[in-house]
């Protein structure tokens, strides 16, 4: 079993940045991807980057990367630096681990956290 607990979030003004933090417990064999998503009000979870447990490995949602980073300074903590934040960045942040290589589908992770709210005011 993994136990992912996210932790960063809050309210910050248009410009702004914030810098999640997702902590991993568990087996780590039971994963080779940390992801975060973001689901906005009323939309569905998008996937937001992606990293690999074992390498250095990223990959980003096209349009964020620039903006977002996601990294990790061991296999049981990852971060994702958001920068250049817009109201249109609101959205509760998860984080997720999976066990394909490169995924992008919600569908490919089985652990979840609780997620942590990010609100970006104008």
């Known amino acids: 079993q993994v136990q992912l607990v996210e932790s960063g979030g809050g309210l910050v003004q248009t410009g702004g940045s914030l810098r999640l933090t997702c902590a991993v417990s568990?087996?780590?064999?039971?994963?080779?991807?940390i992801a975060w998503f973001s689901q906005a009000p009323g939309k569905q979870r998008e996937f937001v980057a992606g990293?690999?447990?074992?390498?250095?490995?990223t990959y980003y949602e096209g349009s964020l990367k620039g903006r977002f980073t996601i990294s990790k300074n061991n296999a049981r903590t990852v971060y994702l630096q958001m920068s250049s934040l817009k109201p249109e960045d609101t959205a509760v942040y998860y984080c997720?681990?999976?066990?394909?290589?490169?995924?992008?589908?919600?569908?490919?992770?089985?652990?979840w956290g609780q997620g942590t709210q990010v609100t970006v005011s104008s």
């Open positions: 997720a681990a999976g066990s394909r290589l490169g995924g992008r589908s919600e569908n490919l992770f089985d652990y």
């Open positions: 990293i690999s447990r074992s390498s250095v490995g």
């Open positions: 568990g087996s780590l064999f039971s994963f080779t991807t």
